[in-house]
Antibody, heavy 116, light 106 residues
Framework: QVQLQQSGAELVKPGSSVKISCKAS????????MHWIKQQPGNGLEWIGW????????KYNQKFNGKATLTADKSSSTAYMQLSSLTSEDSAVYFC?????????WGQGVMVTVSS | EIVLTQSPTTIAASPGEKVTITCRAS?????MYWYQQKSGASPKLWIY???KLASGVPNRFSGSGSGTSYSLTINTMETEDAATYYC?????????FGGGTKLELK
């Protein structure tokens, strides 16, 4: 069965960076786009971007250009998202999700808290 | 980007009641997707391609619409349906989500 297992919660300082992971199993990792989606407490969902692990191609929501960097390691079937220059506005739960037009499988989410 | 506006923001329904959630798009979209999210959990794909139920979704749910107006309907509310529902489009990039409709049990 398809599973997306994300890394654990992060508490990070303002101005720093964080890298979170999403390990895929149960399907061919290189054949599907992997997306990253942000959810702030009480807020809705915001698409950050996708990576196609087969060739490393990426596409970002303009809002997250310079904030998020997506990478993938085919050997371990793991996708990564690095968030840089963190501020309180980056405190949120971040999901990875597989999909094309719809997001059919989601990771459990990673809570990132930015606090001094 | 296309803005999706859901209504109502919150709704309370009794078991057996019919529930309809609406999603309006700022520009025409070809398909709408719906997700169910329960507290503390990840969203689950619930309806895709406007009207197709995802695997395991009870057939009391249905989706319809076209252009700029779409809806999710629950024919008879059950306790397990209490959750937040989000619509989503990807007719244009970036894909966007509605603000969510919280469905509570009355």
């Amino acid at each position: 069965q398809v599973q997306l297992q994300q890394s654990g919660a992060e508490l990070v300082k303002p101005g720093s960076s964080v890298k979170i992971s999403c390990k895929a199993s149960g399907y061919t990792f290189t054949s599907y786009d992997m997306h990253w989606i942000k959810q702030q407490p009480g807020n809705g969902l915001e698409w950050i971007g996708w990576i196609y692990p087969g060739n490393g191609n990426t596409k970002y929501n303009q809002k997250f250009n310079g904030k998020a960097t997506l990478t993938a390691d085919k050997s371990s079937s793991t996708a990564y998202m690095q968030l840089s220059s963190l501020t309180s506005e980056d405190s949120a739960v971040y999901f990875c999700a597989r999909g094309e037009a719809a997001f059919d499988y989601w990771g459990q989410g990673v809570m990132v808290t930015v606090s001094s | 980007e296309i803005v999706l506006t859901q209504s109502p923001t919150t709704i309370a329904a009794s078991p057996g009641e019919k529930v309809t959630i609406t999603c309006r798009a700022s520009s025409s979209v070809s398909y709408m997707y719906w997700y169910q999210q329960k507290s503390g959990a990840s969203p689950k794909l619930w309806i895709y391609d406007t009207s197709k139920l995802a695997s395991g979704v009870p057939n009391r749910f249905s989706g319809s619409g076209s252009g700029t107006s779409y809806s999710l309907t629950i024919n008879t509310m059950e306790t397990e349906d209490a959750a937040t529902y989000y619509c989503q489009q990807w007719s244009s990039t970036p894909p966007t989500f509605g603000g969510g409709t919280k469905l509570e049990l009355k």
